[in-house]
């Protein structure tokens, strides 16, 4: 009889460990669940935040796209007028018509429009990583845009503004009577000025330098054109 109740006892120690460690590995499988579940539901809200973020930052870039086009469709349509009107001075001059229209036509030909892109969205974008983008395509075209056909872009206005600075102004102070920007540019001796051959050829590097202009202001229309859609796709 002894030796059965230290056997019974043994047993029910045993059980009491089995209980405690089944106990104690129920604890532990509850808190890894709980762990797992916790980090599946912070992951679900970083998620949940980054799609926000990308609808939210694909909306800006959207409307700054959409001035950028606005802007740049206005100055291509101005830099198509002032060529057009510099192959017709060319022309007349040519056939030695010096009438008052040539003062208008210069207002046309030599003012011109300064264009800044709005990247505040893709400066917000590149401050928080690109890669929030989940559109990799969407990505290249950005870096494409602002990054590359912009910075050809600003080196053909640069071009522009250039030739205005240093052949333009001297020579509008030095041979013009009145000038106006936009609206007229009349020479103390209209017809002495135009019979000037350096100054003919002013006009014909200004026209190279405006066509440059209008091949990158075209270029990058494409590129907004193509972002837009993609953008659009993305947030469908």
């Known amino acids: 009889m002894p030796f059965l109740n230290k056997l019974r006892k043994t047993e029910m120690k045993t ?7 089944l106990y104690a590995v129920g604890e532990i499988v509850l ?11 912070n992951n679900w809200n970083e998620e949940r935040k980054e799609k ?10 959207d409307q700054n796209l959409e ?10 349509h101005k830099t198509q007028v002032a060529m057009g009107l510099t192959d017709k001075l060319q022309a007349a001059v040519a056939k030695k018509q010096y009438s008052d229209s040539l003062h208008f036509w210069m207002g046309k030909i030599i003012s011109f429009e300064r264009f800044k892109s709005q990247s505040s969205a893709f400066e917000v974008l590149k401050a928080n990583g ?3 983008l989940s559109d990799k395509k969407l990505q290249l075209l ?57 100054n003919v050829v002013i006009f014909k590097l200004y026209q190279d330098n405006r066509a440059g202009q209008l091949g990158k202001m075209k270029s990058s229309l494409r590129a907004i054109s ?8 993305t947030l469908k």
Not at 31 to 37: E, K, M, R
Not at 52 to 61: D, G, P
């Open 226 to 233: 193509e972002i837009r859609q993609q953008i659009r796709a």
């Open 52 to 61: 926000q973020f990308e609808m939210e930052i694909l909306t800006l870039l």
């Open 142 to 198: 950005l870096i494409a845009y602002y990054e590359e056909s912009l910075f050809k872009l600003y080196e053909s206005l640069n071009d522009v503004l250039h030739s205005f600075n240093t052949d333009w102004i001297p020579l509008i102070k030095a041979e013009f009577s009145d000038f106006k920007w936009m609206d007229r540019h009349i020479p103390n001796h209209t017809q002495a000025f135009f019979e000037k051959p350096s």
């Open 130 to 132: 690109i890669q929030h």
């Open 67 to 76: 001035n950028d086009s606005i802007m740049l469709t206005l100055e291509l």
């Open 15 to 21: 059980d009491g460990l089995k209980r405690y460690l």
């Open 31 to 41: 808190v890894v669940v709980g762990i797992l579940i916790a980090l599946e539901i």
